[in-house]
């Protein structure tokens, strides 16, 4: 299983990135993907979840801001982020838990500021 995340980088208050995460070696039409971010100084949190099923669960700092999908087909999953806010900031990491073991990518980095 390998992830790869991409997409990140520097943004204005307000504005909008998309971030991908490559899955190669696992089946995203079963399990759950999720993205979590590590802030400066702070622990690593979650903040998005797609089941198998295609539900959904985020977080409630980035819910209503935040939407993650996925193509299965390609087995790419997204996390849209609108309206970025400073605190948004930090390091994101695609992520599924797999065969009992952890996976994580390699992080992307998001920068909001003005």
């Known amino acids: 299983v390998q992830l790869q995340a991409s997409g990140g980088g520097l943004v204005q208050p307000g504005g909008s990135l998309k971030l991908s995460c490559a899955a190669k070696?696992?089946?995203?039409?079963?399990?759950?993907m999720e993205w979590y971010r590590q802030a400066p100084g702070k622990q690593r949190e979650l903040v998005a979840t797609?089941?198998?099923?295609?539900?959904?669960n985020l977080t409630d700092s980035v819910r209503g801001r935040f939407t993650i999908s996925k193509d299965w087909a390609h087995r790419m999953v997204y996390l849209q982020m609108d309206a970025l806010r400073p605190e948004d900031t930090a390091v994101y990491y695609c992520?599924?838990?797999?065969?009992?073991?952890?996976?994580w990518g390699r992080g992307t980095l998001v920068t909001v500021s003005s």
């Open positions: 992520y599924t838990r797999r065969y009992s073991r952890d996976f």
């Open positions: 070696g696992v089946n995203i039409k079963i399990g759950a």
């Open positions: 797609i089941d198998g099923d295609g539900i959904t």
